[in-house]
DNA sequence: TTGACAGTTTGGAACGTTCCAATTATTGGA
DNA sequence: TCCAATAATTGGAACGTTCCAAACTGTCAA
């Protein structure tokens, strides 16, 4: 079955032109005749004859192959991001080298050196925990243009898209409080991240507007998962003077926080308000529905895939920092429909 | 900041030898003086050298490269098989193109067809609703070898691996009978697709077995998602002979189910028997834990990369239908809990 | 001293494309 | 009829690598 693979040349001889024709034909090019065009098109067609990108880019050095490496594609949110990224990759013609880099650093420098060999001519990186501007460093300084998203790098001058995690944050412990908690946690993620200490900044921040405490017995980290939130309201819930609702570091870790509510038959969204970050696909159907800020991650990966086509093309340096808005989505999970209907019969 | 690019030949200048010595030391060939290696070594890092992979497999014609189509990474199963898929391609020293068709054949199609421009060694396909085996021919005429996962094309004649959908249908459908159950329905999933067919016959089979009753009225097809779950719920609910349990198509559906029913008044794994299949990762920790056939996506992904591998090394046509095995993990939504604590307090 | 041999190294052709400069064919105006 | 201009086509060099056959070095036995 094994074809001996058609090329240019023997397109040019079945349809007896040269093979600068049959190349100007192929980029569609408008020196060419119409019927030769047409006749060449035929002959394509007829021999099976499939370009070969790489020799054509071994000549003129510019890819059409963007790279994307991502921490976690288990993780639905990231999952959402790739997928944005992959819709406006491939519009533009381009295709991409994906890989998970399962917040391995190590892995994620090799898939990178890998791609770079390859001919890459971009990359849109999600970093993995404890990656460090030196990491990136040869890459960047390489002029090959890079796209930060989700996560940043500090000490690293690239283009970057991530989410307004202080005023998400702020605005969720805000309906907290405007919903009569007082004593309101900060529950689940690692607190050596960059998105971390941005959501956690703004839940401080929020707290001591309000003049209510926000300090660090209030806070209880653990993994950014669904059984890392169950851990973390385990430790909540034995505490003496406890909260009486939390905001978790995402999704995931809120509905990780409800199974473990649930299981101390405290009813999540009746008894004890849950705000999520990052209002992933479950959010909407979960039960109690999960009131969560919501970051778009399709629309963050769509818009990094743009920027980082945007550079490509121009070629230009100008490093560009977008935060994208964020807004909070008001379901049941944190009690304000509960309220409604208090409110309702008190009337 | 951008490089002029360094190529084999200003390596070879720089370390005083032949651009053959320098691709010799690349290839790590045993045939090159330790001295010489180290210092063409040395060099290589000094000047930053990036080696080009698109130049060498012109030459050679054959890439590390292959390609990954999924029809939907929005959804975990498919995320999962994935991640197994990464695994086993990166630790083989491989890259893989990866791309989300979305379900949509068109966009598959093209980018398949970009792909094989790049020159991928091989493709790994869960195909998107409609496929068709002509979609294919020609590549896997063209002898590139392809392997399908998790759904099957029919009419092509290509490796696959999928999992017994027949095997895990019948004996969810048994665990409901051992239960108890007597009328039992099959919820969601489109009634167009090979999988939908496989687990509706283990569905049916299983009911025939049994002496029952498993007829049109029982089933309610709907799309695969956690929406389409609670329609076909609703719809359920509606009859009048109403079934006491429900086989879902996938866990989505499962999930979708569970909260149609809550909305209803109706408690599942108390009131009602619901399994669903796949074992997505949210399954275990979901309330109610869900009963559910579990697949091992990372596992099939892991088998299936592991296939492809294997052909492209080889380079044979032998081609392999791998089923993978299939298990029914008993948790809290098909009732077996609440059936064990009644047992408990008759004896 | 020569030849055989192993261990290293090397020049140049080849891979499939693009691009440039040059060529040929066609047209229209003077 | 001839020239200029335009339209279409073309050969060959170049891109960065691998591979082959050939060449060079040194060692050792004859």
Redesign the interface.
């Known amino acids: ?3 001996p ?1 058609v090329t240019v040349v023997d397109v040019a001889r079945a349809a007896g032109v040269s093979k600068s024709t049959v190349s100007l034909v192929l980029q569609g090019s408008s020196l060419v005749n119409e019927a030769t065009r047409a006749r060449v098109g035929a002959v394509i067609r007829e021999l ?1 004859y ?6 054509a ?2 000549r003129q ?1 510019k ?1 059409k ?1 963007v790279g994307i490496v991502v921490n976690d ?2 993780n ?1 949110f990231f ?2 991001l ?2 944005g990224m ?1 819709m406006v990759v ?1 519009s533009a ?1 381009y ?6 880099s ?1 917040e391995n650093a190590d ?1 994620q420098a ?2 990178i050196a ?6 890459m001519a971009g990359l849109i990186l999600s970093p993995a925990r404890g990656t460090t501007a030196a990491d990136l460093r ?1 890459l ?4 090959i243009p890079v796209v930060l998203v989700a996560r940043n790098v500090p000490g690293l001058k690239v283009s970057s898209v991530v989410s307004d995690g202080h005023a998400g944050a702020a605005a969720a412990v805000q309906h907290l409080i405007d919903l009569g908690h007082r004593r309101i946690a900060f529950l689940g993620g690692f607190n050596d991240t960059a998105v971390f200490d941005e959501r956690m900044r703004g839940y401080r921040d929020a707290m001591h507007e309000a003049g209510l405490n926000g300090s660090d017995e209030l806070v209880f980290s653990s993994a950014p998962s ?2 890392g939130g ?1 851990a973390a309201v385990e430790r909540l819930l034995s505490t003496a003077d406890r909260p009486t609702a939390a905001l978790c570091f995402n999704d995931a870790v809120a ?2 926080a ?2 473990g509510l ?1 299981s101390a038959r405290i009813e999540p969204g009746v008894d004890f308000g849950v705000i999520g970050f990052d209002d992933v ?2 959010a909407k ?3 109690p529905a999960l009131t969560t800020v919501s970051v778009d991650p399709q629309g963050m990966g769509r818009r990094a895939a743009q920027l980082l086509l945007k550079q490509i093309n121009s070629g230009d ?1 100008e490093h560009e920092a977008l935060v994208a808005s964020v807004r909070l989505v008001v379901r049941e999970s944190c009690g304000a429909a509960q309220r409604m209907k208090r409110e309702a019969v008190t009337a």
């Open positions: 079955m094994k074809q693979k099976g499939v370009y070969n990108r790489s020799a880019n071994l050095s890819s192959i594609l288990t639905s999952a959402e790739a997928v992959d491939q013609g295709i991409q080298f994906m890989a998970n399962a892995r090799e898939v890998s791609m770079r060999e390859h001919g040869p960047v300084d390489s002029g669904r059984a169950v509905f990780g409800c199974d649930r696909i479950e159907t979960a039960v340096f």
